[in-house]
């Protein structure tokens, strides 16, 4: 009965990395964050990408419209590190109060201004600061 069950196991897990998923999720071995995200961010992300497309190609009608298939809710993140790379952008002018408020699952607070770490700045006015003006 050992043998049988060791024999299995191998075959599990010669499967799991045929098809190029997770042993755990055929029942061999345990959770592996960093294993469990390149599957996402490899294999499922492919498969999105072209459902997403074809269905946008054989479905929508404007060219303005499109399916997204939002791969990124199966990562397995930390909410401090989705935080901490938010509010880097934010502080670069790359996202807004209100795009990190909805990915923290938070209600939009109409902060719509994209802003820059300079005494948060709007963006179109950061060249528009003193110390940057020459004296004559």
Do not use: C
């Not at 196991?9 to 960093?34: H, I, N, Q």
């Not at 397995?76 to 952008?89: E, M, P, T």
């Not at 109060?97 to 699952?105: A, P, V, Y």
């Not at 209600?107 to 179109?124: C, F, H, Q, S």
Request: charged letters at 30%; hydrophobic letters at 40%; proline letters at 3%.
């Amino acid at each position: 009965d050992l043998a049988i069950k060791d024999t299995m196991e191998m075959d599990k897990r010669t499967v799991a990395s045929v098809f190029g998923v997770p042993p755990y999720l055929l029942g061999v071995g345990e959770f592996k964050r960093d294993e469990w995200n390149s599957f996402i961010q490899t294999r499922i992300k492919t498969i999105a990408l072209i459902i997403q497309q074809e269905l946008t190609r054989a479905l929508i009608v404007s060219d303005r419209w499109y399916l997204l298939l939002n791969y990124w809710s199966l990562v397995d993140y930390d909410i401090k590190q989705v935080s901490d790379v938010l509010l880097a952008g934010a502080d670069r002018g790359y996202v807004n109060g209100d795009e990190w408020r909805d990915r923290m699952h938070m209600e939009p607070a109409g902060l719509k201004e994209y802003v820059r770490l300079e005494n948060y700045i709007p963006t179109d006015m950061a060249g528009a600061q003193k110390k940057l003006v020459q004296d004559e």
